[in-house]
């Protein structure tokens, strides 16, 4: 796999090397799986197959905003499909320094939380540093229009 890195963890699982995983949805460009700690109702991720560090690595380049969108399609059908009863859903990005694991991955979360006061409060946008929903992300890296 291009761009792998060894000793990460989501690169192993894109990789189907790490069998502790059940994959909810496999392409040629991701992989959802759900969270091993959940923070809410259902909690997935979807990660890149390619290893991405994080949102700051990506740009407002047409194949950076299409891996985002297409993250994010994959996330919705599944939460759709798997907790249409949900009260709400989330989506969206840890930005670093708050990002846990050094490869990209879309937090999917149909609430509510479970209980505990921390699982909300990781969830909020707190400008640069803090959660930053999928929908304001991909109008962040959305390309720029050349007009001829």
């Known amino acids: 796999m291009a761009g792998a890195t060894p000793s990460c963890v989501f690169c192993a699982i894109a990789a189907k090397s790490n069998t502790d995983n059940t994959l909810l949805h496999s392409d040629d460009k991701v992989v959802a799986f759900q969270d091993i700690n959940p923070s809410a109702f259902r909690h997935y991720l979807v990660v890149p197959v390619a290893h991405i560090p994080t949102v700051k690595d990506l740009q407002r380049k ?6 985002v969108n297409h993250m994010l399609e994959v996330g919705k059908t599944l939460l759709l499909r798997d907790a249409p009863q949900a009260q709400q859903y989330r989506f969206g990005f840890h930005q670093p320094p708050l990002n846990t694991v050094n490869h990209l991955h ?3 979360l149909a609430l509510p939380y479970t209980p ?10 707190f400008g640069p540093l803090g959660f930053i929903e999928a929908e304001k992300f991909l109008e962040k890296i959305k390309p720029s229009s050349t007009f001829q």
């Open 62 to 67: 047409p194949d950076d905003h299409s891996l």
């Open 106 to 108: 879309l937090h999917c």
């Open 116 to 125: 505990s006061r921390w699982r909300s409060i990781k969830y909020l946008s």
